[in-house]
């Protein structure tokens, strides 16, 4: 028995190793095929959850595979889901930002990264993107994470680092850094270089991260506080110049959360809340459809159906680097929504972006991609 007990332990480290070496090639593919990555968060079940009907638990998630988990959709019958990477219901902040580090040091470099967070109302989308005072998300982490490389780097490159902050809200685009909540509209650049433009949008340069919290525009609406029946982007953008060479690198940085992808039947919303509700899907089927259209490499890419995959179209479609974090419950009573948010994760997994494209200016003027 003790002999059959280490060989046991030798088969289950060589398991583990497999696994690793398995996902370690898998990241690799993913590189050379440009895939969007594809993240999935276990919200954990509250107390406040354990005492209602229909509270228990039906997502589990395998400790020996960070890409599966299992939905039980009732009467035995379950349906297993393979994904880049799954966070189970204890993941801390910084376990999920590890994921994410990589994408965001590559906007330093030169690439449009956009990384947003799917998933029904409740479901932690708020908090993965940003946090609490005490245990920050993706958004105040990736900007700590922005000016530490940069300072790394000062000796070799110099940067301009600017933000701004925009709601969508019904389909209208609203400016979260002016008092008034100005109303804004996007359009195609007047340089000729073909890139989108906002005109009127309030950018704020900032020098390091303390600079960031001290700005009284931030501290409300960027890093705490806005509705769940709205899409709010945080949107940083890094201009770097090669101090040997002069050569210069423009990146982009999209921190999306979105709005609750509830169904409107399940919702029950009427009046005001009906329209927000419709206005949302309308908005995450756009979502939808540019990722069915890149999947399926289509000539024509839906970006203009939507204020949201229009303003994303410089970072969210071919050549760029994306991750999407879904969240989802571990609920009975929501088992409906998170198979949606699962199918459609499941769906995202496939897009192919192909190779990322370096945004570089070289020394003599030319622009080109690498």
């Known amino acids: ?76 019958r379950s349906h297993d889901f393979e994904l880049d990477r799954v966070f189970h219901p204890q993941a801390t902040q910084e376990e999920v930002f590890q994921e994410i580090e990589p994408l965001v040091t590559s906007c330093i470099d030169g690439y449009h990264v956009c990384i947003f967070a799917y998933g029904q109302t409740g479901s932690g989308k708020t908090y993965t993107m940003e946090g609490s005072t005490e245990n920050p998300g993706i958004n105040q982490r990736a900007l700590k994470h922005l000016f530490s490389e940069i300072e790394d780097r000062k000796d070799m490159w110099t940067y301009t680092v600017t933000v701004s902050s925009v709601e969508i809200y019904n389909e209208v685009l609203r400016d979260l850094l002016s008092k008034d909540g100005e109303k804004l509209d ?15 949008l309030r950018l704020i340069e900032v020098k390091s991260f303390q600079h960031i919290k001290k700005l009284p525009e931030f501290g409300n609406c960027i890093l705490f506080s806005h509705s769940s029946r709205s899409h709010a982007l945080l949107m940083i953008t890094v201009l770097g110049t090669d101090l040997a060479s002069g050569a210069k690198t423009t990146g982009k940085l999209n921190l999306v959360d979105l709005a609750g992808s509830e169904r409107v039947w399940k919702s029950g919303a009427e009046g005001e809340r009906l329209k927000e509700a419709q206005n949302i899907n309308r ?88």
């Open 283 to 370: 908005s995450l089927l756009a979502l939808g459809d540019v990722i069915q259209a890149l999947r399926g490499k289509e000539k024509h890419i839906p970006f203009r159906n939507s204020r949201l995959t229009y303003l994303l179209q410089d970072s969210l479609g071919k050549g760029n680097k994306t991750a999407m974090v879904v969240q989802v419950s571990a609920l009975e009573s929501n088992v409906g929504e998170t198979m949606c948010s699962l199918k459609f994760a499941e769906r995202v997994c496939k897009v192919e972006l192909g190779p990322a494209a370096r945004k570089i200016q070289r020394g003599g003027g030319s622009h080109q991609c690498d």
């Open 186 to 200: 996007i359009k195609i650049n007047p340089d000729g270089t073909g890139q989108l433009h906002v005109p009127g």
């Open 1 to 76: 028995m003790s002999e059959m007990s280490e060989a046991n332990k030798d088969l289950l480290e060589k398991y583990r190793k497999e696994v690793a070496l398995r996902r370690k090639y898998h990241e690799q593919l993913v590189e050379l095929k440009g895939n969007i990555r594809v993240l999935c968060r276990v919200k954990p079940v509250l107390k406040e959850d354990q005492h209602e009907e229909g509270q228990s638990v039906v997502v589990t998630t395998d400790p020996n595979n960070e890409s599966a988990l299992s939905v039980l959709k009732g009467q035995g």
